[in-house]
């Protein structure tokens, strides 16, 4: 997600706000997750969902 933010950035491209909300809360999930249990990988899991 950091990759893609300072992507965003440097290419100075607008993002729907709604996309923004939605990074947003993923970041804040994926911290409270890391707190809850630190050895679990939620974006892995995602990308194995998407295949």
């Known amino acids: 997600m950091q990759q893609l ?3 965003v950035r440097r290419h ?3 993002v ?3 996309v923004c ?3 947003g809360t993923t970041s804040v999930l ?3 997750q890391r707190k809850l249990d ?3 990988n939620v974006m ?3 990308l194995l969902k998407a295949d």
């Open 44 to 46: 892995q899991t995602l």
């Open 21 to 23: 909300t939605v990074m």
């Open 5 to 7: 933010l300072e992507k």
């Open 12 to 14: 100075r491209v607008n």
């Open 30 to 32: 994926e911290g409270w």
């Open 38 to 40: 630190p050895g679990y």
């Open 16 to 18: 729907d706000g709604n």
